[in-house]
T-cell receptor, first 108, second 118 residues
Framework: GIQVEQSPPDLILQEGANSTLRCNFS?????LQWFHQNPWGQLINLFY???GTKQNGRLSATTVATERYSLLYISSSQTTDSGVYFC??????????FGKGTRLSVIA | KAGVTQTPRYLIKTRGQQVTLSCSPI?????VSWYQQTPGQGLQFLFE???????NKGNFPGRFSGRQFSNSRSEMNVSTLELGDSALYLC?????????????????FGQGTRLTVV
């Protein structure tokens, strides 16, 4: 089945810094989503981005489907950005496959 | 528009018991998927239901089962609980447009049920 790798596994930032999270996937995808898992465990939708670029406030994402990777950019990070960021993909009528996540800690 | 609702939020059970978790999807969504999250294994797919039919199943023992009702609400059941079943169980809802390609399969998750087996 499709494999998803996220990097880096852990990231510590000073408040105000920028960061880039990467997601590599092993096969063509129909769907790619970025999630932020809050401290209570809920997965919050950030982007639905099987291809192209999207922006939402301080966050933006780019997926290059032909090269099988996606990037999540966080600018001017805040302590509330802390948590685990997951990339998940599916190839059509298949379940979402999750990467292991990037644990982000933003320090004031 | 209401989101995905999972009940209960927290549950403590004893080994050997069984448990039933519930998930109400977003109105109009016909696909419901279940995932188990543990620190060691990450997020693992359990099963997916679409229009009351199980469409996909993950690699879990037969103690894990589920069903979907005509109103798209879904339940999952775990029988003969083991300590290793302690986990966060997440339910996802999506439109589930069947075999039409390209499909919008964007998934929205509930808050999860945290199950502790003692």
């Amino acid at each position: 089945g499709i494999q998803v790798e996220q990097s880096p596994p852990d990231l510590i930032l000073q408040e105000g810094a920028n960061s880039t999270l990467r997601c590599n996937f092993s096969d063509s995808v129909n769907n790619l989503q970025w999630f932020h898992q809050n401290p209570w465990g809920q997965l919050i939708n950030l982007f639905y981005i099987p291809s192209g670029t999207k922006q939402n406030g301080r966050l933006s994402a780019t997926t290059v489907a032909t090269e099988r990777y996606s990037l999540l950019y966080i600018s001017s990070s805040q302590t509330t950005d802390s948590g685990v960021y997951f990339c998940a993909v599916d190839s059509g009528n298949t379940p979402l496959v999750f990467g292991k996540g990037t644990r982000l800690s933003v320090i004031a | 528009k209401a989101g995905v609702t999972q009940t209960p939020r927290y549950l403590i059970k004893t080994r050997g018991q069984q448990v039933t978790l519930s998930c109400s999807p977003i109105s109009g969504h016909r696909s419901v998927s279940w995932y188990q999250q543990t620190p060691g294994q990450g997020l693992q797919f359990l099963f997916e239901y679409f229009s009351e039919t199980q469409r996909n199943k993950g690699n879990f023992p037969g103690r894990f089962s589920g069903r979907q009702f005509s109103n798209s609400r879904s339940e999952m059941n775990v029988s003969t609980l083991e300590l290793g079943d302690s986990a966060l169980y997440l339910c996802a809802s999506s439109l589930g447009q069947g075999a039409v390609y390209p499909m919008n399969t964007e998934a929205f998750f509930g808050q999860g049920t945290r199950l502790t087996v003692v």
